[in-house]
């Protein structure tokens, strides 16, 4: 059975930075593109940043470039995603996802075949 856990989220300030971690049960690290998807409410599920298998390929929404960095640690076999700079429009549920089996991964939500529960980020002074 595989499982995704997101924790790190929270109540930050504008300028604040987070850290958010996905733990991966049920699938061999190096075996699985990952993601980060957010949801703010009223809005729809926005990809955020992308891994790929081997963590060779990485992509990220233009909105959180530079501020945003995604990565894989294969000793815990977590998922992470830490952002820096954070801004009021960075408040979401936030997202992980995994697609077994893929190579590169996708920027579509439809590609992923396990997610998460989510995880809240509030910015806001």
């Known amino acids: 059975q595989v499982l995704l856990a997101e924790s790190g989220g929270g109540l930050v300030q504008p300028g604040d930075s987070l850290s958010l971690s996905c733990a991966v049960s049920?699938?061999?690290?190096?075996?699985?593109?990952a993601a980060w998807f957010r949801q703010a409410p009223g809005k729809e599920r926005e990809f955020v940043a992308r891994?790929?298998?081997?963590?060779?390929?990485?992509d990220y929404v233009t909105s959180v470039e530079g501020r945003f960095t995604i990565s894989k640690d294969n000793p815990m076999n977590t998922v992470n995603l830490l952002m820096n700079n954070l801004k009021p429009e960075d408040t979401a549920v936030y997202y992980c996802?995994?697609?077994?089996?893929?190579?590169?991964?996708?920027?579509?939500?439809?590609?992923?075949?396990?997610w998460g529960q989510g995880t809240q980020v509030t910015v806001s002074s």
């Open positions: 996802a995994v697609d077994a089996g893929s190579v590169i991964g996708s920027r579509l939500p439809s590609s992923y075949d396990f």
């Open positions: 049920g699938l061999t690290f190096g075996t699985y593109a």
């Open positions: 891994i790929s298998q081997n963590a060779g390929i990485i």
